[in-house]
C-alpha cells in the first residue's frame, strides 16, 4: 500500500499466541464458537511484565488486537468475497471480517483463563480463541459489556450460524482418543465443536462427500469425513511427525 510518511505508524508486538490451531483450514470463523479451544498468550520484550496484567482478573473477557501474519503477504483488495455468501458476490472489504485487509488486523473476544508465570515468561491463558497458532498480538482490552454488547443490533449478512451437525467416533478415533486422554481432556468436545462449524469450503456444505480431511488440533492429526444427513465421522486421531 503507498501511503505519505505522516500517515504511518510502527507498532511493536506484545505477545504471541500458543493455539490448537496450527493451518488455517477448520479455524472457526469467529471466537466463542467453539469455547472448547484452549490457548495463550506470551507476552513479549518490555510487554513481558505482569504489572501490565494488573487488575485484568476482574474482567472474564478480552479483546485481543492482533496482526493477520498468515495472509499478509496476499495483500488486499477494496472488494472481497465472503465465504458466508457462497463466494460468489463481492463486498468492500470494510464491510467484512475479511483477513485481506487495508491494515491486517484482526479482532476477537476471548475468554480469560487465568494468568500464570513460568521463570520469567508471563503467560495469559484463554479459551474460544479464533487464532492461528503464532499470530502477533499489538494489544488486549478488557471486554466491556455494557458498552461491547450492543442488544438488538443488525447483523446483515453475517448471522449467527446454525449448528445441524452432528459428529460420530469411528471405533479406531475412541481408541486413539483415549490415548490422549490425560494430555487433552476435552479433545472429543473440541472435536465436536470444530465439525459443528463444518470447515469444508462453502459450496460442499451441508452435502456428503468422499474425501476424507485432515485437520490439524493441538500435535494431532483428525482423518473424518462428512456423511450425508449433516453428520461427521471422525476416523482416526493420530500424532503429527515433526
Ligand atoms: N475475529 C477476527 C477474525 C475473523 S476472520 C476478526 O473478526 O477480526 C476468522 C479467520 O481468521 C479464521 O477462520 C482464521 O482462518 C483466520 N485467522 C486467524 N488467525 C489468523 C492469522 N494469524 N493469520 C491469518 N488468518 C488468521
Redesign the pocket.
Known sequence: MTVSPENQVTFNYIGR?N?P?KE??A?????GLVSAAQGSILLLDDANNQELLRGIEQFSHLWVL???????RQGWKPLVRPPRLGGNKKLGVLAT???FRPN??????VKLEGITQNNKQTVINISGL???D???VVDIKPYIPYSDSIDGAQAGFAQQPLHAVTTKFSQQAQDDMQKYQREYPELALFIEQVLAQDPRPAYKKRQGDDKIYGMKLYNLNICWQANLNNEMYVLSINKVDH
Do not use: A, N
Open positions: 499466541v493455539s490451531y488455517k483450514f479455524i472457526p470463523r469467529q471466537p492482533f496482526i493477520f501474519h498468515g495472509t499478509q471480517r475479511s483477513t491486517p488486523i484482526g479482532m476477537s473476544v479464533d487464532l492461528l503464532q499470530t502477533p
